[in-house]
T-cell receptor
Framework: GAGVSQSPSNKVTEKGKDVELRCDPI?????LYWYRQSLGQGLEFLIY????????KSGLPSDRFSAERTGGSVSTLTIQRTQQEDSAVYLC????????????FGPGTRLTVT | GQQLNQSPQSMFIQEGEDVSMNCTSS?????WLWYKQDPGEGPVLLIA?????ELTSNGRLTAQFGITRKDSFLNISASIPSDVGIYFC????????????FGTGTRLKVLA
């Protein structure tokens, strides 16, 4: 079946602009996660959704970052007033439930802030 | 944020050689997972481990959940050029469920 999809695959934006990144999880997966991966680094947890609610937003770097999920499916990560340090690959993952540990990742969105 | 210690950071090997990498933590983990990431792609799950001492294979890959629950290793036998990529370990600490902690990655390059 279809895996996790993300759009856009690449985004170049000017400093100070807002961006929206989209994630379509695997159908039927109730848990959804956002991660950030800086160049050559491991993955940094940002936020987790169970259904439409976000029990854990502890990884969001600042209040410029927000995320929502509607209909228990698609999620959008929004970064307001982008800064150069926001440049990274943003990865989305989903799992069947939050108590099943196997998370499946999308291809990521590479964000470059100029 | 917290990261697992993964070694080696990078390795060059000849095609056909066996590869071994490991991941350690200062605290106990409930699960260990190994992912491979190709350039421009998201990580792909290779093996998931759920019990201390568990040894699991997936083709030429074998991974073990350390008996102390503070480490895990991944072996690749008879490496081939398509094994090139970055291998990440990930785990869920005791008391946690969904929140993965990721290793720093092992970059593997295979020389034909």
């Amino acid at each position: 079946g279809a895996g996790v999809s993300q759009s856009p695959s690449n985004k170049v934006t000017e400093k100070g602009k807002d961006v929206e990144l989209r994630c379509d999880p695997i159908s039927g997966h109730t848990a959804l996660y956002w991660y950030r991966q800086s160049l050559g680094q491991g993955l940094e947890f940002l936020i987790y959704f169970q259904g439409n609610s976000a029990p854990d937003k502890s990884g969001l770097p600042s209040d410029r970052f927000s995320a929502e999920r509607t209909g228990g499916s698609v999620s959008t990560l929004t970064i307001q007033r982008t800064q150069q340090e926001d440049s990274a690959v943003y990865l989305c993952a989903s799992s069947l439930r939050d108590t099943l540990y196997e998370q499946y990742f999308g291809p990521g969105t590479r964000l470059t802030v100029t | 944020g917290q990261q697992l210690n993964q070694s080696p950071q990078s390795m060059f090997i000849q095609e056909g050689e066996d590869v071994s990498m490991n991941c350690t933590s200062s605290s106990i983990f409930n699960t260990w997972l190994w992912y491979k990431q190709d350039p421009g792609e998201g990580p792909v799950l290779l093996i998931a481990l759920y019990k201390a001492g568990e040894l699991t294979s997936n083709g030429r890959l074998t991974a073990q959940f350390g008996i102390t629950r503070k480490d895990s290793f991944l072996n690749i036998s008879a490496s081939i050029p398509s094994d090139v990529g970055i291998y990440f370990c990930a785990g869920t600490p005791r008391g946690g469920t969904y929140k993965y902690i990721f290793g720093t990655g092992t970059r593997l390059k295979v020389l034909a």
